[in-house]
């Protein structure tokens, strides 16, 4: 199957970890500055950072009502922390004049678990990945204050004061974590959302995929 094309949004934030992890995970990864870039991908990251600044910026560069009709159409998307709170359709603690692309139902706090001296890391639980916890880095994150009947609930914090807070959510070709695992070499969510751009590719183009078995079977005969 031909290798997948992501990009990450490069406006702002942590771009050139994200893009190492994608390649590691045999993708072809690009930034996406202009809507005729984000119109040749296959999947799409929208990196940590600040969410308002990079949603202004968005604006600016002409991107914002295209990464809403891409999403829309069904674009796979992750957001890693300032990310969740783009693809949020609803936000707690925000400015009123503060943008988003949505798409997941969700509603999502800002900072949630205070400033830059309130970051930490932890070992949580991951569902849809194996090979046990993930070691999650918060910086400023945010967590997702209610989700909605079609979203699915990956990973939430354990112990101390935000016991039980949501950190990681999925719904159809959408994913997003309140952490930054681009930050810890450990690349099993982006393996997963690597899996989720190749499973749409293959489905929007079955013959392809057909083609692609079909050559297999030759290959094992």
């Known amino acids: 199957m031909t ?8 406006l702002q934030g942590d771009v050139r970890e994200h893009l190492a992890a994608l390649r590691d995970q045999g993708a072809e990864a690009v930034a996406v500055r202009r809507p005729e870039e984000l119109a040749g991908v296959d999947g799409l990251v929208l ?3 600040e969410s308002t600044t990079i ?31 783009l693809l949020a359709d609803r936000l707690l603690d925000a400015p009123p004049d503060q943008e988003t692309i949505g798409g997941l139902d969700v509603t999502v706090r800002r ?5 830059q001296a309130d ?11 194996g090979g046990g916890p993930l070691h999650a880095v918060f910086i400023r994150a945010p967590w997702v204050e209610e989700a909605g009947e079609g979203v ?7 112990g101390g004061e935000a016991d039980g807070r949501i950190v990681a959510v999925r719904q159809g070709n959408l994913v ?3 952490f930054h695992p681009e930050l810890t070499g450990d ?7 690597v899996e989720i751009v190749r499973s749409r590719m293959a489905s929007a183009h079955p013959a392809a995929r057909a083609g692609a078995d079909a050559g297999d079977e030759r290959g094992n005969a």
């Open 3 to 10: 290798r997948p094309v992501i990009g990450v949004l490069a």
């Open 47 to 49: 990196p940590g950072g």
């Open 55 to 85: 949603a202004k910026l968005a604006e600016r560069f002409g991107l914002m009502a295209p990464l809403r009709v891409a999403v829309r159409a069904g674009l796979p998307a992750y957001g890693s922390c300032a990310g969740m709170i």
């Open 111 to 115: 900072n949630a678990f205070g400033r």
């Open 119 to 129: 970051s930490f890391e932890s070992e949580m639980a991951f569902d849809g990945v």
């Open 152 to 158: 699915d609930v990956l990973g939430r914090v354990v």
């Open 176 to 178: 997003a974590t309140s």
């Open 187 to 193: 690349r099993r969510v982006h393996a997963l959302f």
